[in-house]
């Protein structure tokens, strides 16, 4: 059975990373879509609506991974290698998502887009964040820095999986270790 509400929300998630949110209409998406505006509205009750259908349907799933993988267990490097390789699997199997993604990490702080973004950015900051404060109490040169390092690393990993997808470089064990080991070394320098 076709799934109506499954289509729109890949429909809009591809056009939302190609044009941005903004430049898209709703006449546009379920064109693309071959429903009409009132099934649009049915199921989203808005291009608001469907907007955070995409985002709830891409992040939820990858939070749940995420928050098994952030809990500290007493060693740094192998938590910020597990959680390095869970940014980059999920970009390479959900790439245009990956860039919209990357887009509205940019958007207006007043935007539509990056209002309905944020707290999912929150969210994860927050678990990157929380780990290094429990870092910290095994590593005292970390305490305090938190802030800096969850930019920082966050950074780093979007970064790197961005250029990855940009000229198709493999996004493998080794860049993982690469990626975690130059960032510690700044950490613990």
Not at 167 to 188: K, N
Request: glycine share 4%.
């Amino acid at each position: 059975m076709f799934d109506n509400r499954r289509h729109l929300i890949q429909i809009a998630c591809r056009l939302f990373a190609d044009r941005g949110y903004d430049a898209v209409g709703v006449q546009e998406l379920v064109t693309q879509a071959g429903v009409t505006k009132p099934t649009l509205y049915h199921y989203f009750g808005s291009k608001q609506g469907i907007l955070e259908a995409v985002l709830a349907d891409y992040f939820e799933p990858f939070y749940k991974i995420l928050l098994s993988h952030s809990v500290y267990q007493g060693d740094l490097v192998f938590s910020l290698e597990i959680i390095t390789n869970d940014y980059l699997i999920f970009a390479s199997t959900e790439p245009v998502f990956f860039r919209l993604w990357m887009t509205m990490r940019f958007a207006p702080v007043e935007s539509i887009a990056y209002q309905c973004f944020s707290p999912y950015l929150n969210q994860q900051q927050t678990l990157i964040r929380n780990l290094f404060i429990k870092a910290a109490e095994q590593h005292g040169n970390m305490r305090n820095r938190q802030d800096s390092y969850t930019i920082t690393f966050l950074g780093m990993i979007f970064t790197y999986a961005s250029l990855a997808l940009q000229d198709s470089s493999t996004m493998d064990d080794s860049l993982v270790y690469r990626a975690v080991h130059q960032f510690m070394y700044g950490i613990f320098s």
